[in-house]
């Protein structure tokens, strides 16, 4: 399976960094119900990015959970070193992993490696590269990942440059790689990032930061144009 057969048209992901954790596995069945089929998994290792976020461990617990609905996780590596992490996201049942731009060395071969591991890739870079630097080396990928905020935590603001920034990735990017976009997107932004070329939408706290998060989650589908 691969990005081509995961996403319909357009996919909303919810971000599960931003869940709660002693309800996680209730809160993935609730959105598996709404038909949610992709789901974010941000690994921050302190590092990078401030926080030590999620990893491997709670990868495993709840892979099965998402794989039996037939879902994906999709796994945003905010790590120093991701080629180290490759071979244990794979084992505990991640199906991508994006790496970020400003931490390796040589993009193509980076991504040669994760497919190694059978897993799907994506390049993601911050708001201080610039989008034509990565389009040029990130022609192999399935996703590259344009940040809307700097990474690290959840419910930060979206960086309205964004959208310009979105724009340029599109068109210097080859058709058959997809624009994700991850920080700040809810049911304002969700539009503005879409128009300017994002199909994949990633949103943390838009959705789990709500009472209802199945309702949170198809209404910012509903909020798209
Ligand atoms: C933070 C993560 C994001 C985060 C998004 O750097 O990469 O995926 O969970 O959360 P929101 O949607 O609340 O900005
Ligand atoms: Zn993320």
Redesign the pocket.
């Known amino acids: 399976m691969s990005w081509r057969e995961w996403i319909r048209t357009v996919e909303v992901e919810p ?1 599960l ?2 869940a709660d954790f002693a309800r996680l596995g209730e809160q993935i069945d609730m959105l598996l119900r709404a038909e949610c089929r992709i789901f ?1 998994f ?1 690994v ?1 290792d302190g590092h990078f ?1 401030e926080p030590i976020t999620i990893g491997p461990v709670v990868l495993q617990s709840i892979a099965p959970l998402v794989h039996r609905a037939g879902g994906v996780l999709d796994c ?1 590596l ?1 790590v120093d070193n991701p080629l180290r992490h490759f071979p244990q996201i794979a084992r505990a049942g991640g199906d991508s992993v994006t790496f970020h731009y400003e931490v390796v060395d040589d993009v193509p071969a980076t991504i040669a490696a994760a497919r190694e591991h059978g897993l799907q890739v994506g390049v993601a870079f911050n708001p201080e590269s610039e989008p034509e630097d990565v389009a040029a080396v990130a022609a192999d990928a399935d996703l590259v990942l344009c ?1 809307s ?1 700097h ?6 603001t979206f960086m309205p440059e964004a959208v310009e920034r979105i724009k340029r990735l599109r068109t210097a990017l080859p058709e058959h790689v997809y624009v994700q976009v ?4 809810d049911h304002e932004t969700v539009g503005r990032a879409y128009v300017a070329g994002a199909r994949l939408l ?5 959705i789990f ?1 709500r009472e209802d998060v199945t309702r949170a989650y198809r209404r910012l589908l509903q909020d798209l144009p």
Do not use: E, F, L, N
């Open positions: 971000s960094y931003a974010h941000d921050g990015v945003h905010m940040m905020i990474p690290g935590y959840s419910g930060q991850d920080g700040g997107i990633v949103a943390g706290s838009a930061g």
